[in-house]
């Protein structure tokens, strides 16, 4: 299915300004520690591969999304810009069992 409209921004569905929790800090603070350096394709347009494992069906698969986005960018230093695909699975897991799991590759 298709339709002829300009997708919406996060920043256009949004009014006012938003402001980053403590909690969202917090969470990036700690995972830039947790993430090791991996290689990233030299390729202007990228793909995301994630696996988001969490504990409640009622999840969204995008919720965590834009968290990850601003996470990778600053951990790798890469703009957001650059992904051209997402490839996003949810993964029901026990609780205290949550993860991400992600891969960065070229787009094909």
């Known amino acids: 299915m298709e339709i002829q409209i300009k997708p919406l921004s996060v920043n256009e569905a949004w009014q006012g300004k938003r402001f980053k929790t403590q909690k969202y800090k917090d969470w990036i603070d700690y995972s830039i520690i947790q993430l090791k350096s991996i290689p990233i ?3 202007q347009k990228l793909t995301l591969i994630v696996i988001f494992g969490v504990s ?3 999840s969204d698969i995008d919720n965590p999304l834009k968290p990850l986005l601003d996470l990778i ?3 790798y230093l ?3 810009n650059r992904f051209y695909k997402l490839q996003v699975t ?3 897991v ?3 069992k949550e993860f991400i799991k992600f891969d960065i ?3 094909n």
């Open 90 to 92: 949810k993964e029901i």
């Open 105 to 107: 590759q070229e787009f």
């Open 56 to 58: 409640s069906k009622a």
């Open 41 to 43: 394709p030299e390729s």
């Open 94 to 96: 026990k609780k205290g």
């Open 78 to 80: 890469i703009n957001d």
């Open 73 to 75: 960018q600053k951990k």
